[in-house]
């Protein structure tokens, strides 16, 4: 399975921008790029994803590099009700999706 | 949006009990949905894919006469616990797709918390 790497923790105040990174250097052609997140005690939540563009919806943006080896999910403005471990992860033609370890997200007042 | 449903939320069971979740997609129809296993402060293990009207296909580890998954409609998938035990006390996760491959996202139930006495 293609392998993604996160920070294993990340810090925000309130209302301002996150950025959390993923690495993916063994992505291949066709594998899409996801983003989760879950909250404690819940299923995981869909947020983004991506193949080669960069991507906004109305919960964040996702900006892919060129080479596709890397990617940001992109928090405008931190609230606390976003505090979660993100998920980044490729989906291949199998269309399962691997958990990694994420990146727990806290975010202060 | 895609809402998917578990059921129940949480269970407490002796050991030896059979233990059945359900899985429905409410608003759209799901020809494949996904089983996870989460054990605390650890990431979610993909358990098994449950095809519609096929034999659900397990990953590798997980006992397939240990973990019985149904998937007889486009909206319903179960999974039973047989003959639970306390190291089977976890929190059960399941997820649906709607649409094709790749390009649509998963909808993930929000887990039913299984404790085995």
């Known amino acids: 399975d293609a392998k993604t790497t996160q920070p294993n923790s990340m810090e925000s105040n309130e209302e301002e921008p996150v950025h959390l990174p993923c690495n993916h250097s063994?992505?291949?052609?066709?594998?899409?790029i996801h983003w989760y997140r879950q909250l404690p005690s819940q299923g995981p939540e869909y947020v983004i994803h991506g193949l080669t563009s960069n991507v906004n919806n109305r919960m964040a943006s996702l900006a892919i590099a060129e080479d596709r080896k890397s990617s940001t999910l992109i928090l405008h403005r931190a609230t606390l009700r976003d505090a979660a471990v993100y998920y980044c992860i490729l989906r291949d033609y199998t269309d399962k999706l691997i958990f990694g370890t994420g990146t727990r997200l806290q975010v202060f007042p | 949006g895609a809402v998917v449903s578990q059921h129940p939320s949480w269970v407490i069971c002796k050991s030896g009990t059979s233990v059945k979740i359900e899985c429905r997609s409410l608003d759209f129809q799901a020809t494949t949905m996904f089983w996870y296993r989460q054990f605390p402060k650890q990431s979610l293990m993909l358990m098994a894919t449950?095809?519609?009207?096929?034999?659900?296909?397990?990953e590798q580890g997980v006992e397939k006469d240990k973990f019985l998954i149904n998937h007889a409609s486009l909206t319903l998938s179960t999974l039973t616990v047989t003959s639970a035990h306390p190291e089977d006390s976890s929190f059960y996760i399941c997820?649906?797709?709607?649409?094709?491959?790749?390009?649509?996202?998963?909808?993930f139930g929000d887990g039913t918390r299984l404790s085995i006495l």
């Open positions: 449950s095809n519609e009207g096929s034999k659900a296909t397990y």
């Open positions: 063994t992505i291949s052609g066709t594998d899409y």
């Open positions: 997820s649906a797709r709607a649409g094709g491959w790749g390009n649509q996202p998963q909808h």
